[in-house]
């Protein structure tokens, strides 16, 4: 039963990370390779404040939050106006940049790790925090400032020239993602009671990366399918210590090839999703339709 509750635990801490990087890279098209980097911020500061400072949980969370999301505006600032690859590679070096330093930080164990921290990370806690993310980020994407966000992804100068502040809008986007990831980085350091820089190198920041784009762009239900079934699957294949890596490379490569839009494609699993979604496959078989008896006269 422990076993179970630690893997929904797992799904549930990066699910948070993942719903904010859903924000940034799925509805904002903004692609991020330093979220691991964020983590750790969150991860360490949430640490400080319950071993050394000896604060309630849920005030360390915050500051691991609030303290991600600043970094995010200076990060912000240097980088956003980047286009494209410059922009993923700078973020990047940010991840790096945070584990390198967090290597040589002797007052939270630098390299060797930070061992014996409380355990206040529960499932239910998980699961709560999981529904209010879900909440907060559906509410911002069907909110103005996210169709903002939508439209600088699908062409940035038709929105400036429909008076979208497009800075703004991509930074809006870091700093909330930002944020989320602090969350996540916050609760994995009291659950798994032992932090290391390694933890969050980019690595991490790739797995987060993956199960955006294996779920699906632009879709909240895909990004939490996509975490439930990559965090879940290594899992399954544990007794195949050897393999399961394997079978976890195979399973991203299969569903990029087969369905290079994602498991939902940016659909959402709702009535009014599943309707859209019905018409538009009806819409397409009577195109289809059409073509054929056009090309038969």
């Known amino acids: 039963m422990e076993y179970i509750q630690g893997i ?33 911020i969150g991860a360490y500061v949430c640490a400080i404040f319950v071993a050394r400072l000896h604060q309630p949980f849920a005030l360390a969370i915050l500051a691991g939050a609030l303290s991600a999301g600043l970094v995010s505006v200076v990060i912000g600032r240097l ?22 330093i967090l290597n040589n930080v002797n007052y939270v164990g630098g390299a060797r ?5 409380p355990k206040l990370t529960t499932v239910w806690l998980t699961l709560a925090l999981d529904l209010v993310f879900v909440v907060v980020t559906w509410n911002i994407i069907n909110s103005r400032q996210g169709r903002n966000m ?5 062409e940035e100068l038709a929105a400036q020239m ?3 502040d497009v800075f703004k809008s991509k930074m809006i986007a870091l700093v909330i993602s930002a944020v989320f990831a602090g969350v996540a980085g916050a609760l994995m350091a009291q659950y798994m009671q032992f932090l290391r820089p390694t933890m969050f190198n980019m690595t991490k920041s790739t797995d987060l990366t993956i199960m955006v784009i294996f779920g699906g762009l632009g879709s909240i239900s895909g990004s939490i399918l996509g ?71």
């Not at 929904?8 to 993942?18: E, F, P």
């Not at 098209?29 to 983590?39: D, E, N, P, Q, Y």
């Not at 980088?79 to 390198?100: N, P, Q, S, W």
């Open 162 to 164: 429909a008076g979208i």
């Open 113 to 117: 790790g930070w061992e014996s921290l």
């Open 8 to 40: 929904i635990i797992l799904i549930g801490i990066n699910l948070i990370a993942v719903l904010g990087l859903s924000i940034l890279t799925g509805f904002t098209g903004l692609f991020s390779f330093g979220h691991g980097g964020f983590m750790a």
């Open 79 to 100: 980088t956003l106006k980047l286009k494209g690859d410059y922009f993923c590679i700078a973020t990047m070096g940010f991840g790096e940049a945070v584990r390198i």
């Open 150 to 154: 939508v439209a600088a992804r699908e």
């Open 227 to 297: 975490t439930i079934l990559l965090v879940s699957l290594p899992e399954l294949f544990r007794d195949f210590a050897q393999w399961r890596l394997v079978f976890y490379g195979l399973a991203v490569i299969v569903i990029m090839v087969g369905r290079p839009q994602g498991l939902m494609g940016g659909l959402e699993l709702t009535p009014s999703g599943i309707r859209r979604a019905v018409a538009a496959r009806s819409a397409r078989r009577e195109l289809a339709a059409a073509d054929k008896a056009e090309a038969a006269e």
